[in-house]
Nanobody
Framework: QVQLVESGGGLVQAGESMRLSCTAS??????MAWYRQAPGKQREFVAR???????SVQNDLRGRFTVARDYDKNTVYLQIRNLQQEDTAVYYC?????????WGQGTQVTVSS
């Protein structure tokens, strides 16, 4: 059974940094991605990392968002620098492309001014 558990979110001030973690079980080490859903908006793609570690970040987020993975820990990370209020959202991890029945609870990131 696939289980994805996100953590590391919280309330931060604009300009600060944060690292989110996603621990996966029952899934091996496939291509993974981070997604986010802001209030009143659809869930959107943020960044992905391939089986071999090649990364790709949504164009508008490049320079502030970095994705990485630890194969031994089956964990994927999302490092966010210089957080902005528009980054406020629930952040999810999933495979890339996403498996519809594998969404976890997500982790809430709230950025205050």
């Amino acid at each position: 059974q696939v289980q994805l558990v996100e953590s590391g979110g919280g309330l931060v001030q604009a300009g600060e940094s944060m690292r989110l973690s996603c621990t996966a079980s029952g899934i091996g080490n496939p291509a993974m991605a981070w997604y986010r859903q802001a209030p009143g908006k659809q869930r959107e793609f943020v960044a992905r990392i391939s089986v071999t570690g090649v990364t790709s970040v949504q164009n508008d987020l490049r320079g502030r968002f970095t994705v990485a993975r630890d194969y031994d820990k089956n964990t994927v990370y999302l490092q966010i620098r210089n957080l902005q209020q528009e980054d406020t959202a629930v952040y999810y991890c999933n495979t890339y492309p996403p498996r519809s029945n594998s969404w976890g609870q997500g982790t809430q990131v709230t950025v205050s001014s």
